[in-house]
């Protein structure tokens, strides 16, 4: 059995639907917006489109048994996630994603403000702390999805940036929800500052009960040592496996072991076109083989340590 953690499935468009004439290798992913602003001024613009079959596809194809989706940016909700969650029983579970005020957002104010600027931080962080509150009953909603900093603080201390993010924190510490940070590059403008995650070991220390998960380990760049570094001094630190390298993983099992880490994909509208040199499920299984692991080990990254963190049921 394998559970793929990592799935952006709900938001983008009908543009979205077919992407294999614009994206085969990493690097089409890496720097579309660039090449197709159009692109991803639809994200923004078009109504979201249900792809959840198109998922549970992949997943017959490639031996996934389980994933936990979550939002791709564009116009879905945590209730689209949850009713696409509900369509597939038992092999869907969701994520919570935050509102947020992104840097895009904050661009566009005219005119600028460093009133309007801070208010608008202040109230995405209020509408975080309150839609984890309002999804938490939802059923199959199992953590917080990919949480992006800079759509709550503009803070450069780590105390500063935890106490920005303090309200919604203490409301997922309160439910012990599992919550994501990323780590590494983004094809997304605005986030490349807060990705290096050493802001990150102030709040997995303030909330030694609240399961952190740095998302992509550092993707396979300077990061991961940084991730490293946090992820031995706080037990309540986790990784995912996307965008890694082999090596890294290897590292990580035996610095931290293999309970601390989970498989992840990062299956979404865009990078389910991967294609050269292979497919996008053929390259991340890759990457566990070329860490060399043991069975044992293999199997606690490809569905244990999900199974523990998020709460799911498998045989």
Known sequence: MII???????????????LRDKVSRIEDVINLNSRFPELYQARLTEEPVDISDDLVADFDRHGIDKGVVQLTPGRGTNDATSDQVARHPGRLFGLINLPNNTPTQRRVLDPWTQEAEDAGLRQAREDAAAEIVRCVEMANMVGIGETHAEGYT??????????????????????????QFPTGWSQFPGGLFYSDPVWTDEIAGRYPDLPVILTKMGR?????????????????????????????????????????????CDWSPTWRWLSDPTDLYSKRKKTLDDANLTPADREQIERRTAAQEFNLKVN
Do not use: C, Q, W
Request: charged residues 20%.
């Open 220 to 264: 396979g760049l300077h990061h991961f040592d940084t991730a490293l570094s946090i992820a031995m001094r706080n037990t309540n630190v986790y990784f995912d496996t996307v965008g890694t390298i082999g090596e890294h993983i290897r590292i990580a099992v035996d610095r931290l072991g293999a309970h601390r880490i989970m498989f992840g």
């Open 154 to 179: 503009v803070a450069t201390h780590p105390e500063k940036i935890a106490n920005d993010l303090k309200p919604f924190l203490d409301v997922a510490a309160s439910f012990k929800l599992p919550i």
């Open 4 to 18: 793929d953690t990592h799935i952006h499935l709900v938001g983008a468009g009908r543009s979205f639907t077919d």
